[in-house]
């Protein structure tokens, strides 16, 4: 399987159709090529990129309806794949809204 195979079919199980320009995004950020065949170490660093990708693609709409066509895709589901991948990779997970808060009196 290749790196774009890969992403695409990750996101996929979300309901998340990424574009051409979303895969070199993500490969360009992790200097990885596309259409890289993947293994171990390409794995890890392609799951970093779709991990901090992920916070620009919750900008997106989550549901389009356009002339009878409908699709949407699963925003908590996505969420909890970042969270996931955070934790897994020691990233920063910049969508943590539960962290202790400081409050001056």
């Keep these: 399987m290749i790196v774009k195979e890969y992403i695409s079919q990750r996101f996929r199980t979300f309901g998340i159709q990424l574009t051409d320009a979303d895969l070199l995004d993500m490969c360009i950020s992790s200097d990885i090529g596309m259409e890289d065949e ?3 170490c390409l794995m ?3 799951n970093v990129s779709m ?4 916070p620009t693609l919750l900008l ?3 549901s389009i309806n356009e002339s009878g066509f409908s699709m949407s895709w ?3 589901g996505i969420k909890e794949y970042y969270a996931y991948l955070c934790k897994k990779y020691g990233l920063n997970n910049v969508l943590d809204t539960k ?3 400081i409050r001056y009196l």
Excluded at 51 to 54: L, P
Aim: charged fraction near 40%; hydrophobic fraction near 35%.
């Design 99 to 101: 962290k202790p808060k």
């Design 51 to 54: 991990a901090d990708f992920i």
């Design 44 to 46: 890890k660093r392609a």
């Design 38 to 40: 993947l293994d171990k």
């Design 74 to 76: 699963n925003i908590q």
């Design 60 to 62: 997106r709409a989550t």
